[in-house]
Antibody
């Protein structure tokens, strides 16, 4: 079964960092991009950035530049997203998603189950 | 960044109704537009890509159209499982992807 499996929920204090992982099952990231999207409680979807796991190149949304780091491992099956200097408004569910650039005009066709991150003192 | 404006933001309809959601882009994006359905507490699900291509496994009552700056998602005959929130997404440039604000579809 092709799926993306994310790490578990996190509770962090303001100013701390959080790392969320996204592991591919039944597929690899060899020929795909991986995106990160977040959703604050009751709010819409917000794109955070993209990583090409094959070469490690990244592009981050301007809002998160300087605070977010996306990396991939050499197995081409796991990517990580680290968000630093957390604030209360970073409380959200964080999703990874596969970007299918070749056949689906870059659409996000497979999503992880989401990881809840709560930032609270 | 390219802005997407969905309308309406809220929609109330009945089972069997035909509904249409519109997504307008602040600049032309060719056909680099996707539509997603999100049920509460779950990840979004891809419905339509390249503005009008139905994702595998998605029922044929869903359809998409448009190009340039104006796009629509139509559900031809609403089923109980279709009551959810719908998002459009522009993918014209993978470095600056944006979503519409969402349309919540409720049962009348």
């Amino acid at each position: 079964q092709v799926q993306l499996v994310q790490s578990g929920a996190e509770v962090k204090k303001p100013g701390a960092s959080v790392e969320v992982s996204c592991r591919a099952s039944g597929l690899t990231f060899n020929f795909y991009y991986v995106h990160w999207v977040r959703q604050a409680p009751g709010q819409g979807l917000e794109w955070m950035g993209i990583i090409n796991p094959r070469g490690g190149s990244t592009t981050y949304a301007q809002k998160f530049q300087g605070r977010v780091t996306m990396t991939g491992d050499t197995s081409m099956t796991t990517v990580h997203m680290e968000l630093s200097n957390l604030r209360s408004d970073d409380t959200a569910v964080y999703y990874c998603a596969r970007g299918e650039w070749e056949f689906k005009a870059n659409a996000f066709d497979i999503w992880g189950q989401g990881t809840a991150v709560i930032v609270s003192s | 960044d390219i802005q997407l404006t969905q309308s309406p933001s809220f929609l109330s309809a009945s089972v069997g109704d035909r509904v249409t959601i519109t997504c307008r882009a602040s600049q032309a994006i060719s056909n680099y537009l996707a539509w997603y359905q999100q049920q509460p507490g779950t990840a979004p699900k891809l419905l339509i890509y390249a503005a009008s291509t139905l994702e595998s496994g998605v029922p044929s009552r869903f359809s998409g159209s448009g190009s340039g700056t104006e796009f629509t998602l139509t559900i031809s005959s609403l089923q109980p499982e279709d009551f959810a929130t719908y998002y459009c997404q522009q993918l014209n440039s993978v470095g600056t992807i944006t979503f519409g604000q969402g349309t919540r579809l409720d049962i009348k």
